[in-house]
């Protein structure tokens, strides 16, 4: 019997898929279950139309996310750190430090988009990319740089 799954069935297959099982196994444990529908005709033509519009959808998220991607890749970010001896900073730039950046202009990102391998530890450019969907990634440009000591003079 031709069925088209309605949900992914382990070591049968993924949702959409038409396939040929057996008539028992159909009857019996995958139409009961809402796991399937009988392919006939109507379902099938729905299924398509499903899979067109749902691909078209896709398409235009994903035209949206890389301008996105586009206008986050344009920023640069800058991190003041405080240093001390031969320029060896105290801290570290964290994931929560380059989102608190990207808040700053305006960019809401899911710290979990963020691929920082290690936090940042040292003075310099870095570029850190952040995946916004699984085909676009932008890339931020974090340039940390020494906190100013700022020295007044007071007089009496």
Excluded at 9 to 38: I, M, Q, T, W
Excluded at 108 to 131: H, N, W
Aim: glycine share 6%.
């Amino acid at each position: 019997m031709k069925v088209i799954l309605q949900e992914t069935v382990e070591g049968l297959g993924h949702v959409g898929d038409l396939l040929d099982v057996s008539d028992g196994f159909a009857r019996n444990y995958l139409l009961p279950r809402r796991k399937a529908l009988e392919a006939s005709s109507r379902n099938v033509k729905a299924l398509e139309h499903v899979k067109r519009v749902s691909a078209e959808k896709a398409r235009k998220e994903k035209q949206q996310i890389e301008a996105v991607a586009k206008k986050i890749s344009a920023v640069s970010l800058t991190v003041t750190a405080q240093v001390g001896k031969d320029d060896k900073m105290f801290g570290s730039v964290t994931v929560k430090d380059i989102v608190e950046g990207l808040a700053e202009h305006g960019f809401e990102v899911d710290r979990r988009r963020i691929q920082l391998a290690q936090p940042i530890k040292e003075l310099g450019t870095f570029t850190v990319p952040v995946k916004l969907h699984r085909d676009v990634t932008a890339s931020v440009s974090v340039m940390v740089v020494k906190k100013q000591e700022v020295t007044s003079t007071v007089e009496t």
